[in-house]
């Protein structure tokens, strides 16, 4: 778990890190926009003779979601880049991950009218380091890893973007791209007869053809509170189209004074593909996978101009 640990000192130096990026003082007509949203939270139980039970615990999460879009023209070029990684510590058990993340999407689009582009967008999603499934106190098993699984999005479509701050992207035709690269989880699957993550026994890729939808909004609900969510749906045509991959993920921060805010993510995932394991035995199936953090800590937002 020290990579682990390693990971979430990274993260942290980028929060502190990009809130140098800021420069206000370039005019706002000009070609870039770039900015984000970072934020570094702790939370810590102490107890000691505590009569109703429970456990010391320390814990840690870092997030930084930066943008750089481009408008030159007719052509528009915006990129997304999230990054989150959290580990806690109960009692006696080891550090064990809480969150990670790694997710870029940009596009590139050409003006069509009535802030309509026709648009060609690329995706990467994978996370930093090992997952385990814990089933109980004395073992852990390995479910996942960097690259295992990285999926990649290739599509063409639609962008209706009447703002930066909100984007509905349509595409019928997307390539899905599911890899998966450690060997000795692909091993263990194959000797089960279990597709891992989608992809077949003994394969290490899988690809799909189908239609894909992105909404990507964000606003100011009221003063000091910014709402951000992303929802990306998935269908693909040859295999039970009606099976639709989900992928939807809120931010909720509230700001306490200039750079103390209180942070919520939550993320929903289904994916009729990706086999969730229970147990030793290799038992489970599909289903609604669905996370919370709840945090107080160290938050900042900012925003920069470029002309080139």
Do not use: C, H
């Not at 778990?1 to 942290?12: E, G, H, I, Q, V």
């Not at 926009?33 to 702790?42: E, H, N, P, V």
């Not at 139980?45 to 979601?65: R, Y």
């Not at 997304?80 to 870029?104: E, H, M, P, Q, T």
């Amino acid at each position: 778990m020290k990579r682990a640990l390693l990971l979430l000192l990274f993260l942290s130096a980028i929060t502190i890190l990009s809130t140098q990026a800021q420069n206000d003082t370039l005019p706002k007509d000009t070609i870039w926009r770039t900015g984000g949203l970072t934020s570094l939270s702790f939370n810590q139980v102490s107890l000691s003779n505590w009569s109703a039970g429970g456990d010391n615990s320390i814990g840690g999460n870092a997030l930084v979601s930066l943008f750089a879009y481009k408008k030159k023209g007719k052509w528009a070029w915006d990129s997304n880049l999230d990054l989150a990684f959290g580990a806690a510590k109960v009692g006696d058990d080891d550090w064990r991950k809480s969150d990670d993340k790694i997710d870029l999407k940009t596009k590139i689009g050409r003006d069509l009218g009535k802030n309509f582009y026709a648009t060609y967008l690329f995706g990467f999603k994978t996370q930093f380091t090992e997952g385990f499934e814990y089933p109980d106190d004395e073992e852990k098993f390995r479910i996942s890893n960097f690259m295992t699984p990285g999926y990649f999005i290739n599509s063409l479509g639609i962008d209706w973007k009447p703002s930066d701050f909100l984007s509905i992207y349509i595409s019928p035709l997307t390539m899905k791209t599911t890899v998966v690269t450690d060997e000795t989880l692909i091993r263990q699957y194959e000797a089960d007869g279990i597709s891992f993550y989608g992809v077949d026994p003994g394969e290490k890729v899988r690809n799909e053809t189908g239609a894909y939808f992105m909404l990507k909004y964000k606003t100011e609900i009221m003063e000091n509170m910014l709402f951000d969510t992303k929802l990306e749906l998935f269908s693909n045509y040859s295999n039970e189209p009606q099976n639709v991959d989900v992928n939807w993920e809120v931010i909720l921060a509230m700001k306490v004074n200039k750079y103390i805010n209180v942070l919520l993510q939550t993320q929903l995932i289904y994916d009729n593909d990706v086999f969730i394991p229970k147990g030793v035995d290799n038992e489970g199936g599909p289903g609604t996978q669905f996370k919370e953090t709840f945090g107080l800590g160290f938050a900042y937002k900012f925003e920069g101009y470029g002309v080139r």
